[in-house]
């Protein structure tokens, strides 16, 4: 069993900031790139950002210069730091993780159960 639970969520005026968490646990042999994603009411999810084991990161042109995205890999945990929030970041946000279970040695995608950011003033 794998777990991959977000923290860090929550509502936050324009221009300002939050830091998203996610740490993955359970039966993991390996954790191969991480991600996050983003669903906004009545769209589809997107990609926000994403990094690999080495700490190359890719990041949607629209948070680019505003989000970063980091992993402690001792941790199995990767963050998102989002600063000068706009109310078009509001959505809820995805974990994702690419990784092998002790198990099942076939990398696949597992994701958390999102955590709701909302910005409004």
């Known amino acids: 069993q794998v777990q991959l639970v977000e923290s860090g969520g929550g509502l936050v005026q324009p221009g300002g900031s939050l830091r998203l968490s996610c740490a993955a646990s359970g039966s993991i042999d390996t954790i191969y790139d991480m991600g996050w994603y983003r669903q906004a009411p009545g769209e589809q999810r997107e990609l926000v950002a994403t990094?690999?084991?080495?700490?190359?990161?890719n990041y949607a042109d629209s948070v680019k210069g505003r989000f970063t995205i980091s992993r402690d890999n001792a941790k199995n945990t990767v963050y998102l730091q989002m600063n000068t929030l706009r109310p078009e970041d509001t959505a809820v946000y995805y974990c994702?993780?690419?990784?092998?279970?002790?198990?099942?040695?076939?990398?696949?995608?597992?994701w958390g159960q999102g955590t709701q950011v909302t910005v409004s003033s």
């Open positions: 994702n993780a690419n990784l092998k279970t002790l198990r099942v040695r076939v990398p696949r995608d597992y």
């Open positions: 990094i690999t084991t080495a700490s190359n990161t």
